[in-house]
């Protein structure tokens, strides 16, 4: 583990985010799962049709799982109101960690949500949900909804794509999903997607 200090007028703390917050994911989803599947799993994924340049480009993966540039520019920008790495359990466990710890409720917009179309063909070929996937190299960011155009735009000025995928309700803890504008069924993973591979990778080889 790293620990650190920081100046308190420096600290953003997520006790912060309010209710009407905009939710904002950089990247996308999965981005350490894509790396990490490519490299453990690479022969089953040519197995099963993918080319060793496919391959390459999922593995090549680890290099985006920073996310320095983004928080940097985050942490200067007025109306940020917390800041979560998605390690993990994902995007799915992430926002609820989220949820947690600013103690307000999360609306997300499902269609909203980044998905790379390397990580959607390998979690296809492998069975695995990317919304449940180990997801390093993505920040979910709370600001202000009059601060988010703004934001959306520096952070992309700074080589980083970002999203505006949901927003903070009222107070309580739990996640919950649209799609279209219309109610949809939001993951729970009791394990990480990978650890869920390898667990059954482990039980077939037994």
Known sequence: MLAGT????????KRGVRTGDRVLLTKG???????????EFGARLAERGMSDEEIAECARFLERIGVLEEAAVARGHAGVSGMHDVTEGGLASALDELSAACSRRIRVD?????IFPQTRRVCALLGLDPLGLIGSGS?????AAEGAPALVEAVRAA??????????????????????GRPAVW??????????LFALEGHRSS
């Open 110 to 114: 499902l269609g909203a949500i980044a």
């Open 139 to 143: 920040l979910l960011i709370c600001c």
């Open 187 to 196: 993951p729970h993973f009791e394990v990480d997607e990978l650890a869920r």
């Open 159 to 180: 080589g980083v794509e970002v999203a505006v995928i949901g927003e903070v309700l009222g107070k309580g803890r739990g996640v919950e999903a649209v799609r279209d």
């Open 6 to 13: 920081v100046a308190r007028v420096g600290l953003v703390d």
């Open 29 to 39: 989803v999965a981005v350490e799962g894509t790396a990490i599947l490519a490299r």
